[in-house]
């Protein structure tokens, strides 16, 4: 099946850094996702994109689709240290209702 | 905004015992999924369904069922727990298959 490599694997930044993370695929997806999960909770929909080069903002989060279809980046800016948490991205193709799902990125603020 | 209840936090239940999840969401979705979530191993898709009473295997379907009765409602059953089924099981759903909206999540420890 797709798979979606997700990195780095886990980050350890000082408060006030910005983040980067990627996701890659050798598959094209139509829809890309990125989640935030706290420790011991669901994860949250953060931002989804639907067209290729979609490049889309909330809050201090950035997000863009990448021009192949295959890839999805994540930003944030000036991170605090409720950013604290594991990030996921996803991706969908609209032959099937299924979500192929990054290993995801832990992400560590430094006060 | 979207709301997804899960009938339990935490669960602890015996080798052997019969077990029901069950997920509920507000906001009349076609769609609704289970997932297990262990670490190293990610998200993965136990089952899903499109519509009441219709259902679809994920990726890892063996050990469980799943019951729609009511569109709201979807339930998910370990038919003879195992101590390999302890995990994060977490339930979605979707008015599409993408953008899924998760629950908080139920951590089953099978003793």
């Known amino acids: 099946g797709q798979q979606l490599n997700q990195s780095p694997q886990s980050m350890f930044i000082q408060e006030g850094e910005d983040v980067s993370m990627n996701c890659t695929s050798s598959?094209?997806?139509?829809?890309w996702l990125w989640y935030k999960q706290d420790p011991g909770e669901g994860p949250v929909l953060l931002i989804a994109?639907?067209?290729?080069?979609e490049l889309t903002s909330n809050g201090r989060l950035t997000a863009q689709f990448g021009i192949t279809r295959k890839d999805s980046f994540l930003n944030i800016s000036a991170s605090i240290p409720s950013d604290v948490g594991i990030y996921f991205c996803?991706?969908?193709?609209?032959?099937?209702?299924?979500?192929?799902f990054g290993k995801g990125t832990l992400l560590t603020v430094n006060p | 905004d979207v709301k997804v209840t899960q009938s339990s936090r935490y669960l602890v239940k015996r080798t052997g015992e019969k077990v029901f999840l069950e997920c509920v969401q507000d906001?009349?979705?076609?769609?609704m999924f289970w997932y297990r979530q262990d670490p190293g191993l990610g998200l993965r898709l136990i089952y899903f369904?499109?519509?009441?009473?219709?259902?679809e295997k994920g990726d890892i379907p063996e050990g469980y069922s799943v019951s729609r009765e009511k569109k709201e409602r979807f339930s998910l059953i370990l038919e003879s727990a195992s101590t390999n089924q302890t995990s994060m099981y977490l339930c979605?759903?979707?008015?599409?298959?993408?953008?899924?909206?998760f629950g908080p999540g139920t951590r089953l420890t099978v003793t």
């Open positions: 996803a991706g969908h193709m609209s032959s099937n209702y299924k979500l192929t």
């Open positions: 598959s094209i997806f139509n829809t």
């Open positions: 994109l639907y067209k290729a080069g």
């Open positions: 906001m009349d979705h076609e769609n």
């Open positions: 369904s499109y519509d009441v009473k219709m259902k």
């Open positions: 979605a759903s979707a008015p599409r298959g993408y953008e899924q909206y």
